[in-house]
Nanobody, 122 residues
Framework: QVQLVESGGGLVQAGGSLRLSCAASGLTFSSYAMGWFRQAPGKVREFVVAVPRSGGMTTYADSVKGRFTISRDNAENTVYLQMNSLKPEDTAVYYC???????????????WGQGTQVTVSS
């Protein structure tokens, strides 16, 4: 049974940083691409960043380029999202997901975590 567990969310002031983690189990982690998405209240779930199984050629949403960094540790079956220079508009529930390819679409992912809340105050 595939499980994805996110952690690291919280409340932070604008300009601050958070590091999200997503621990995976029940799958051969290194065989899958990983993605982060987010969903703010009343909005659709949107793409944030994806990393292929090899760890190279990451793809970021324009809104987070230069501020967020994704990394993966295949030995620890974990993917991380380092978020710097946070803005109030980054407030959302952040989800990690597993898929066969590093898709920008949420429909490209097979398994999802339960999400972790990130709140950025102004």
């Amino acid at each position: 049974q595939v499980q994805l567990v996110e952690s690291g969310g919280g409340l932070v002031q604008a300009g601050g940083s958070l590091r999200l983690s997503c621990a995976a189990s029940g799958l051969t982690f290194s065989s899958y691409a990983m993605g982060w998405f987010r969903q703010a209240p009343g909005k659709v779930r949107e793409f944030v960043v994806a990393v292929p199984r090899s760890g190279g050629m990451t793809t970021y949403a324009d809104s987070v380029k230069g501020r967020f960094t994704i990394s993966r540790d295949n030995a620890e079956n974990t993917v991380y999202l380092q978020m710097n220079s946070l803005k109030p508009e980054d407030t959302a529930v952040y989800y990690c997901a597993v898929g066969r390819a590093a898709s920008l679409s949420r429909y490209g992912y097979d398994y999802w975590g339960q999400g972790t809340q990130v709140t950025v105050s102004s």
